[in-house]
């Protein structure tokens, strides 16, 4: 009997931790869904990026609500002409995620550095005319 409430009781423990980590990532994926598959259509009202409306710029971020749009539906190239940074970003923070919770901490701040600097270089070049071609697009 002892056993079997010690195995409940670990079960319920890491119920908990679940739902303190799930249930807002959860939460925030249906707003998400929400707002891109119901607000955006119905009202065509978007979140503006501050960066962009105070400097006319773009910034590293800028189109990624249509790039997920653009996953939505599948096109992937066309989600790529968006915002093409995220495709080489996104498998590295999986590989930092790794190195982070493996105890590799001196290499996953190294890999964050480079992410970081990434995000600068890309955020700079998409605004300098010679690379118009990395700043958000329609095919």
Known sequence: MHLRRMKLTNWLNSNKHIRRIYLPMGIAGVGGLLYLKVWLPLTGIEIPCVFREITGLWCPGCGLTRMVLALMELDFLQAFRYNMLIFFVAPLFII??????????????????????????FGVLRNIPSFKWLAPTVI
Do not use: F
Not at 100 to 112: N, P
């Open 96 to 121: 930092y995620l790794w190195l982070a919770r493996s105890g590799k901490a001196k290499r996953a701040s190294v890999l964050m550095g480079i992410m970081i600097v990434m995000a600068i270089v």
